[in-house]
């Protein structure tokens, strides 16, 4: 079982930077691959970015290539998500995810392979 608590959402100007975390519970964290996705309000959750369990493999949404970097620290039980360069459509509830590796895949892009969740925190990046 793996809880994730994320923090660091808020309120911030077109062109400006947030960094959000997400702290896990558990002594097998190094054993998830971690992902974070957003979903903004009549649409559906969107892939953001992932990292692979030793973090030594991310992937990224196009949207965000450049902009946004994911980092995890296995020793400290977290995953930030540095986002730079904020755009207005960034603003969504940004969710953690945990997904146990597994067939051969280092992370997955699509939501339903992941198995734990958190419960979001809002960003809004106002023009």
């Known amino acids: 079982q793996v809880q994730l608590v994320e923090s660091g959402g808020g309120l911030v100007q077109a062109g400006g930077s947030l960094r959000l975390s997400c702290a896990a519970s558990?002594?097998?964290?190094?054993?998830?691959?971690m992902g974070w996705f957003r979903q903004a309000p009549g649409k559906e959750r969107e892939f953001v970015a992932a990292?692979?369990?030793?973090?030594?493999?991310?992937g990224g949404a196009d949207s965000v290539q450049g902009r946004f970097t994911i980092s995890r620290d296995n020793a400290k039980n977290t995953v930030a998500l540095q986002m730079n360069s904020l755009k207005p459509e960034d603003t969504a509830v940004y969710y953690c995810?945990?997904?146990?590796?597994?067939?051969?895949?280092?992370?997955?892009?699509?939501?339903?392979?992941?198995?734990?969740w958190g419960q979001g925190t809002q960003v809004t990046v106002s023009s």
């Open positions: 558990g002594r097998t964290f190094s054993s998830y691959a």
């Open positions: 990292i692979s369990w030793s973090g030594g493999s991310t």
């Open positions: 995810a945990a997904g146990y590796t597994r067939g051969g895949s280092l992370y997955s892009r699509s939501p339903r392979w992941y198995d734990y």
